[in-house]
C-alpha cells in the first residue's frame, strides 16, 4: 500500500491525480486502497446489484461502485456507496451529473486479503464521523458482515441475519446468506 509521509490538507489532496486503486486521505495521511480480488470484485458488483434492483424501481437510493466522498481532513472511497435518492445530483432534466464529493448514507466496505476487521472497523468510525449512517463491513473469509451504526458498537451477522439497512433501504429483506449466495457460480 502506497503512503506519503507528509500530511496534505483536503484540498492539496483532490488536486492529487487519480490512481488505481484509488488513494484515500485519513487524518491528512495517504494511503492507497488494496487491489480488488476475484471474490472481492464480484461482491461489490453483485451486492451493488442488489441493491439497485431493489432500491432504483422505488426511487429510495442508488448504490455506486468507488464513489469518492470528502469531509473535514478525510477523502474515503468506499467499496460500495449508497446515496439517498434525493441527494444524488441531476440536472433540470433528471440525468446524473458530477458533483463535489459527499458522504454516503451506507458505505460499504468489503475486507481484502492483508486487511483486518478491525482496520475497516477503525475506518467504519471515520464514515460514522462524516455523517454515513449506516456502515457495512464484509467479510468474504468467514462469511460474516459487521454493521456500524452511530452510537454503538459493531455488530457482526452471520448466515440467516437480516443485514439491517432499513433506515435508507425501507422494506429491503437481505440476508447475509444471500449476499455470499451472489460469489455461487453454478
Known amino acids: ?24 486521505l485519513i487524518d491528512g495521511m ?15 458488483i453483485r451486492g451493488g446489484t442488489l441493491i439497485n434492483e431493489y432500491a432504483l424501481p422505488r426511487k429510495l437510493a442508488v ?9 473535514g481532513r478525510d477523502s474515503l472511497v468506499p467499496d460500495i456507496g449508497v446515496y439517498r435518492w434525493e441527494r444524488i445530483p441531476r440536472t433540470a432534466t433528471g440525468r446524473l451529473t458530477n458533483a ?21 472497523v477503525e ?3 471515520r464514515y460514522l464521523i ?22 454503538g458498537g459493531p455488530t457482526t451477522l452471520r448466515g440467516e441475519d437480516r443485514i439491517g439497512l432499513e433506515a435508507v433501504l425501507p ?3 437481505l ?3 444471500a449476499l455470499f449466495d451472489t460469489l455461487q457460480l453454478d
Open 1 to 24: 500500500m502506497a503512503t506519503m509521509e507528509r500530511r496534505l490538507t483536503l484540498e492539496e489532496f483532490l488536486g492529487l491525480p487519480e490512481e488505481s486503486p484509488a488513494l484515500e
Open 30 to 44: 495517504v494511503s492507497q486502497k488494496v487491489a480488488p480480488q476475484w471474490v472481492h470484485g464480484l461482491l461489490q
Open 63 to 71: 448504490a455506486f461502485s468507488e464513489i469518492r466522498e470528502a469531509f
Open 100 to 120: 463535489p464529493p459527499i458522504p454516503p448514507d451506507i458505505a460499504i466496505e468489503i475486507i481484502s486479503p492483508g486487511q483486518t476487521v478491525a482496520e475497516m
Open 123 to 125: 475506518k467504519g468510525r
Open 130 to 151: 462524516h455523517g454515513v449512517e449506516i456502515v457495512v463491513i464484509v467479510n468474504p473469509g468467514p462469511e460474516t458482515v459487521t454493521l456500524l451504526r452511530a452510537g
Open 171 to 173: 422494506g429491503l429483506e
Open 175 to 177: 440476508t447475509v446468506r
